[in-house]
Antibody, heavy 120, light 112 residues
Framework: EVQLVQSGAEVKKPGESLKISCKGS????????IGWVRQMPGKGLEWMGIIYPGDSDTRYSPSFQGQVTISADKSISTAYLQWSSLKASDTAMYYC?????????????WGQGTMVTVSS | QSALTQPASVSGSPGQSITISCTGT?????????VSWYQQHPGKAPKLMIYEGSKRPSGVSNRFSGSKSGNTASLTISGLQAEDEADYYC????????????FGGGTKLTVL
């Protein structure tokens, strides 16, 4: 079964750093792009960026460039989303999603989400 | 780039059909046949319902269909069922130079 399993919920203070993970299984992890999507409480989906684990080619939405870092460790089939200094406005649910290949060009498999709460 | 424009809410009775629109620009929806639609139930992750404008993934009911005209894509759900009540989001590829994607603001579907 193709699946993405994300790390658990986090509660952090403003200014702290954080790295959340997304582990893929059941498919060739290095052959498909993995995207990250933010959903603030009660709000819609926002595309943050995407990485190709095969060569770590990474692209960011202009809205998130410089605010987060996306990375991947192909040896353990895991993608990451990290912050160096969290803000209260980073409080949200974060989803990773696998992008299909040619013939299914969309985000076909989603992780269960990681809730990040930033509060003093 | 700006989010795609969707109606905030739509509603319909069981058995009826509804259509949700998704309006973008000539830089995203109008330029690429890469609009996808996602269903999200409360507290759950999004689920892919339509990709590349009108294609259904394996396992998705044929009551769901997609289309596009110019800068506007549409999702139609026929034979509404109670379990269709959810939020629906459109998404479009938005440019090869930055490999960006953009979502719509979401539409809450209520089955009356």
């Amino acid at each position: 079964e193709v699946q993405l399993v994300q790390s658990g919920a986090e509660v952090k203070k403003p200014g702290e750093s954080l790295k959340i993970s997304c582990k893929g299984s059941g498919y060739s992890f290095t052959s498909y792009w993995i995207g990250w999507v933010r959903q603030m409480p009660g709000k819609g989906l926002e595309w943050m960026g995407i990485i190709y684990p095969g060569d770590s080619d990474t692209r960011y939405s202009p809205s998130f460039q410089g605010q987060v870092t996306i990375s991947a460790d192909k040896s353990i089939s895991t993608a990451y989303l990290q912050w160096s200094s969290l803000k209260a406005s980073d409080t949200a649910m974060y989803y990773c999603a696998k992008k299909g290949g040619s013939g299914l060009d969309a985000f076909d498999i989603w992780g269960q989400g990681t809730m990040v709460t930033v509060s003093s | 780039q700006s989010a795609l424009t969707q109606p905030a809410s739509v509603s319909g009775s069981p058995g009826q059909s509804i259509t949700i629109s998704c309006t973008g620009t000539s830089s995203d929806v109008g330029s690429y046949n890469l609009v996808s639609w996602y269903q999200q139930h409360p507290g759950k992750a999004p689920k892919l319902m339509i990709y590349e404008g009108s294609k259904r993934p394996s396992g998705v009911s044929n009551r769901f269909s997609g289309s596009k005209s110019g800068n506007t894509a549409s999702l139609t759900i026929s034979g509404l069922q109670a379990e269709d009540e959810a939020d629906y989001y459109c998404c479009s590829y938005a440019g090869s130079s930055t490999f960006n994607w953009v979502f719509g603001g979401g539409t809450k579907l209520t089955v009356l």
